[in-house]
């Protein structure tokens, strides 16, 4: 043992040599018991050792391409040397971390930079997962409005706690968790309904993702900025979700930001912010609704989070950025994501399966739809039949297995795939995405063979949990 280590430390590396084989099992029986039972059915119950950049490797040394990132985690990748040292620094300082009665340098230096890139915002309020940073915004926009009421948007994703699931747009996370808070939902893009919701005088906000995770489907051109003056008119405020898409995923460091004109009250941001190592959140808004929530000292910790501004959270922020400045890497997530769908997008004349491929910068949607052939069409419909969704799990699911590239289907009950990569990847991880998906669409368009082969095992599997 290193002389600098503590008698007593935990020899993690011995605990998983020796306990690591028994993952699944650990999961199963103390954690979600769903989650190991559905990866082995689909044939992800795979077994990482290491992960760097966009890879992870198996005990066998075999590379795995990311095309997920955790979600949207690991902008950066996993293990970003810069990121580490600023983490590794901030523990060796010993720092009097979270004392509650002073003000450290690390949260104002963290607010200062995240505000340089949002002009127009003016205070930060940090807390430790999107979710919070959305609940934070709902209080503090029925705070600064006096009135109970947030729209949203039909499909949207805002998290899974209490209030943000309130304004979920997906009725599956939403059963069984009921009474929620009073909400509207609305179509995105859809002027009048958001009109005549704010015709009954108590709605305090509309919160909207300017790319809707769910389906990867953004915002109509123009539409938020008209959305944003109609709200404005009605003294209502205007909360952008930016917990996905925000710090450089579209290409911009904010998605409204490709938008003239549009100034959000309220910003919520989160996952790639954290550099992929501590948990962060950060809710961006204008001073006069922080002055609204924080009104006297009275009410000076009448918002607060227990982790919120931890320095090594705040550590990995700004190493984030710094990371974000040096590698440039919001402009490479434009500029790969460019080519990325470009290259995509010309593979639907090829593939009649394939049916459209939208989205911006490195938040990619891969769109499949009915085909024309009599042949495709049986199996099709079979698959829709059972369950919508089983078609992209089954391009997913060889993309895994046969080539090692991790992807996601983009929501319940879609036939998207959603691909958020790590915002540092280049054209030769896109070439080799690309070539793979080639290959996994000439087998599903051959209408036999082993993707059919498991397609009928989604449907028995589907027909028999109805």
Not at 292 to 311: E, I, P, Q, T
Not at 317 to 341: H, K, S
Request: charged fraction near 25%.
């Amino acid at each position: 043992m290193p002389a600098d280590r503590p008698a007593n430390a935990l020899d993690l590396a011995a605990l998983l040599a020796e306990r690591g084989g028994e993952r699944y099992e650990l999961h199963g029986r103390y954690l979600n018991p769903q989650l190991p039972r559905m990866l082995h059915t689909i044939g992800f119950d795979k077994t990482y050792d290491r992960a760097s950049g966009p890879y992870f490797y198996d005990a066998e040394g075999n590379e795995y391409l990311d095309m997920l990132a955790g979600f949207g985690i690991f902008a950066l990748g996993r293990h970003h040397p810069v990121v580490r040292d600023a983490i590794q620094q901030v523990m060796d300082l010993d720092l009097p971390d979270l004392t509650r009665f002073d003000c450290p340098p690390l949260p104002g230096l963290l607010a200062e930079q995240l505000l340089a890139q949002a002009p127009g915002l003016d205070r930060v309020f940090f807390g430790n997962s999107g979710t919070e940073a959305v609940e934070t915004a709902i209080k503090f926009a029925r705070c600064a409005t006096g009135r109970g009421r947030i729209l949203y948007c039909d499909h949207a994703f805002h998290g899974l706690t209490t209030g943000s699931l309130s304004i979920n747009g997906e009725g599956g996370f939403r059963k069984g968790f009921g009474p929620l808070l009073p909400d509207t939902a609305i179509p995105l893009g859809d002027l009048g309904a958001l009109q005549r919701e704010l015709r009954k005088g108590d709605v305090a906000a509309l919160i909207v993702e300017p790319i809707q995770g769910k389906g990867v489907h953004a915002a109509p051109p123009g539409w938020l900025r008209a959305a944003q003056d109609l709200l404005h008119e009605n003294k209502a405020l205007l909360i952008c979700d930016e917990v996905q898409t925000g710090i450089g995923r579209t290409g911009a460091f904010f998605a409204y930001q490709d938008e003239e004109g549009v100034q959000p009250d309220l910003v919520c941001a989160a996952k790639a912010l954290s550099g992929g190592y501590v948990p962060i959140s950060a809710t961006l808004g204008k001073s006069w609704i922080f002055e609204k929530v924080y009104s006297s000292m009275d009410r000076v910790l009448v918002h607060s989070a227990s982790f919120g501004s931890n320095a090594q959270a705040m550590a990995a922020g700004l190493a984030t950025l710094q990371v974000m400045r040096d590698e440039q890497v919001v402009a490479n997530a434009r500029r790969v994501g460019d080519l990325f769908r470009t290259k995509l997008a010309a593979l639907t004349e090829k593939y009649e399966l394939l049916a459209e491929v939208r989205g911006r910068g490195l938040m990619i949607g891969i769109e499949f739809g009915r085909p024309r052939s009599l042949k495709l069409r049986t199996g099709w419909t079979a698959l829709q039949a059972a369950r919508k969704g089983l078609f992209a799990q089954m391009v997913v699911v060889p993309l895994l297995q046969r080539h090692r590239i991790l992807t996601q289907v983009s929501g319940d009950h879609l036939e998207v795939i959603k691909l958020i990569p790590p915002l540092i990847i280049t054209e030769r991880e896109v070439d080799r995405f690309v070539e793979a998906f080639c290959e996994v669409m000439d087998d599903a368009h051959r209408g036999s063979g082993l993707m059919w082969d498991f397609g009928k095992t989604l449907v028995k599997q589907a027909v028999g949990s109805r």
